[in-house]
């Protein structure tokens, strides 16, 4: 310090509204709710590179099958609230939960007892509790985003998979453990029953309303947050070479409940065995599931993001995209249809690039979504298979569909 420079001092009580400040902005990034996020770069084509985390889940090691040791390994996902918190119970047919199952042996009650999973007589079905998601989704350049975060964290991010027909977002919604069977004109999800097959769009949804007014098929927002979850713990989007390969090649279908004894997820390396993703079991592959909210008409994909559905198209949205490629080959790349989800446009890639899965489509009709593939599908199998090329009249012997359930607001 050169002579006769000056030394200005800080008054006390500016000091003070310094470090309060600076307190004040410490506390609040501690109280701001956590974000896990992914990047999926669409130019990339190898499923193990092209997603990287973001926010609070970079560093945060990928869950996924350890097929060699026979068990899940979850990684650090295993204390994240959307794997935490999900749980398979039972659902009376009011929406509301009568209780919870055992995680590992679901013949059983979770404080003792036998469950009702195998009762068509019991008034409900056994249904995996996805607790709310909040989630942003946009498209920057080549890269797709998707953040989590357990609170609303701006207006930005929405929760349509837990928002029902009046609008109402709730704090959990119900994904089907077992693919629909239809007992007496009422769907189920129950185990030890043959799925379904055989009845067109209209016929699958009275069955599903047949147990009340909480309950539909399942819809595309609930399928794309499914894929979503299971993208973000394992970092990757080939959902077969983490998860299993499902009954995907296979002579025969698989009656529901033959994976009851082996918890939250697990699969095989073999084609001819079931796979099971949050408590659902054959989530995707042995019979193609019939949606809800997403339609291919003439060319052009429609979507709906909250119910209610119809299968003509009114009140859906318009989102300009349309399929290309090869029907029957190997999606290359999707589009995301404004904050809904990622929606499959071309077909020219193969099992091993990309989203590893299968996409058919037909651009001179109305078509129903399927979803997940079916037992003959092979490697085209998986959480971004998809099938808009049939009618809401197709009848066929490897489509069904599976139960959803929004529980009531004043038990939410």
């Not at 990309?354 to 037992?375: H, K, M, P, Q």
């Amino acid at each position: 310090m050169a002579a006769g420079d000056r030394i200005f001092m800080a008054k006390e009580s500016t000091s003070q509204e310094i470090l309060s400040n600076t307190k004040k902005i410490i506390e609040d990034a501690k109280a701001k709710p956590k974000r896990y996020g992914m990047r999926i770069n669409l130019l990339d084509s190898n499923p193990a590179t092209r997603v990287k985390y973001l926010y609070d889940a970079v560093g945060m090691t990928p869950a996924g099958m350890n097929f060699a040791g026979g068990g899940f390994d979850y990684g650090d996902w295993g204390d994240i609230w959307f794997v935490k918190k999900n749980r398979p119970v039972m659902v009376r047919t009011d929406g509301t939960v009568d209780y919870e199952l055992n995680h590992e042996n679901h013949a059983l009650k979770l404080n003792g007892g036998a469950s009702d999973i195998t009762k068509t007589s019991y008034g409900g079905n056994a249904m995996s509790e996805i607790p709310l998601i909040w989630v942003k989704r946009w498209t920057q350049n080549n890269y797709h985003f998707v953040v989590f975060c357990e609170e609303q964290y701006d207006d930005t991010y929405k929760a349509y998979a837990h928002t029902d027909a009046d609008g109402n977002v709730l704090p959990v919604t119900y994904f089907p453990m077992y693919e629909g069977s239809v007992v007496n004109s009422r769907m189920r999800s129950l185990s030890g029953l043959t799925p379904t097959a055989s009845m067109t769009d209209e016929q699958e949804t009275t069955a599903a309303k047949q147990n009340g007014d909480r309950w539909d098929k399942q819809s595309f927002s609930e399928i794309n947050l499914m894929y979503e979850m299971c993208t973000m713990i394992t970092c990757s989007t080939n959902s077969q070479g983490k998860f299993g390969n499902g009954n995907s090649q296979s002579d025969n279908f698989l009656q529901t409940g033959t994976l009851n004894g082996k918890g939250q997820f697990f699969g095989y390396t073999s084609t001819t065995q079931a796979v099971k993703v949050f408590y659902c079991e054959n989530f995707f592959a042995n019979y193609w599931k019939r949606l809800r909210g997403l339609l291919l008409i003439n060319g052009v994909y429609h979507v709906k993001a909250v119910p209610p559905y119809n299968s003509t198209g009114a009140g859906y949205t318009n989102t300009g995209l349309t399929p290309s490629g090869t029907s029957g080959g190997y999606c290359s790349r999707m589009e995301m249809a404004s904050d809904i989800g990622r929606i499959p446009t071309v077909a020219s890639g193969s099992e091993t690039t990309y989203e590893c899965d299968g996409l058919w489509f037909n651009n001179t009709i109305v078509a129903v979504a399927l979803f997940g593939g079916r037992r003959g599908d092979g490697s085209k199998c998986g959480l971004s298979c998809w099938n808009v090329s049939n009618p809401a009249t197709d009848v066929n012997t490897y489509i069904v569909a599976s139960l959803s359930c929004k529980p009531p607001v004043a038990a939410a």
